[in-house]
């Protein structure tokens, strides 16, 4: 079955990178994605990979996939404060009716 | 600005209580969604609608009644609930049901069933 899994909690400083990191276990997986949710709000779509792609950037932020150990990381340069936020990764596959699994949920927090 | 709006924010109830949870999307979509939100666990896909017509059912209990009068509008009725119903409830939309497609989501109904 379809299984997407996250840490809890990630906590850094001000400045500093976070790497946010997920591995799912449904290889058919076309489509990843990374929402972010900020509290009292819905979800919001921060970035996403096609399955044949291996990096992604877009400002500061990065996603890494490696397929092989069905793997997915967001990266977040110079993390500021308006960053706390919980993300969650998705996966969903062409033909899947744009049904998306989720993680857990990663809380992140940043600390001045 | 999302564009999907959710009444009400917040809502108690009684578990002998019935009540709806609203969704309202000015995106000009085709595709709406249900998801529940619990503490640490992933969300959950409850139910998916497309050009007004559902097509996934996720194994919802029968208490979570569905509805889809038009493609931007869609309730969830509540009834006979029970405490371990108590969670955030999200709404979506998406243009269709094509993977590629961004779903926006709504703010969330915050449930509590007393």
């Known amino acids: 079955g379809e299984d997407v899994e996250q840490s809890l909690f990630l906590s850094v400083r001000e400045g500093d990178s976070s790497v946010i990191n997920c591995t799912y276990t449904d290889s058919s997986s076309t489509y990843l994605y990374w929402y972010k949710q900020e509290p009292g709000a819905g979800l919001q779509l921060l970035t996403y990979i096609f399955s044949n792609m291996d990096m992604k950037q877009d400002q500061r932020l990065t996603v890494l996939l490696n397929k092989k150990d069905k793997h997915l990381s967001l990266r977040i340069a110079d993390t500021q404060t308006g960053d706390s936020a919980i993300y969650f990764c998705a996966e969903a596959f062409t033909g899947g009716g744009n049904k998306l699994t989720f993680g857990t949920g990663t809380q992140l927090k940043v600390e001045l | 600005e999302t564009g999907v709006t959710q009444t009400p924010r917040h809502l108690v109830m009684g578990m002998t209580n019935k009540k709806s949870l609203k969704c309202e999307q000015h995106?000009?979509?085709?595709?709406m969604y249900w998801y529940k939100q619990s503490a640490k666990k992933p969300l959950e896909l409850m139910f998916v609608y497309n050009f007004k017509e559902q097509t996934e059912n996720n194994s919802v209990p029968s208490r979570f009644s569905p509805e889809c009068p038009n493609s931007s509008h869609l309730f969830l009725h509540l009834h006979t609930l029970q405490p371990e119903d108590s969670a955030l409830y999200l709404c979506?939309?998406?243009?269709?049901?094509?993977?590629?497609?961004?779903?926006?989501f709504g703010p969330g109904t915050r449930l509590t069933v007393t």
């Open positions: 995106l000009g979509h085709n595709a």
């Open positions: 979506a939309s998406s243009q269709d049901l094509t993977a590629s497609y961004e779903q926006y």
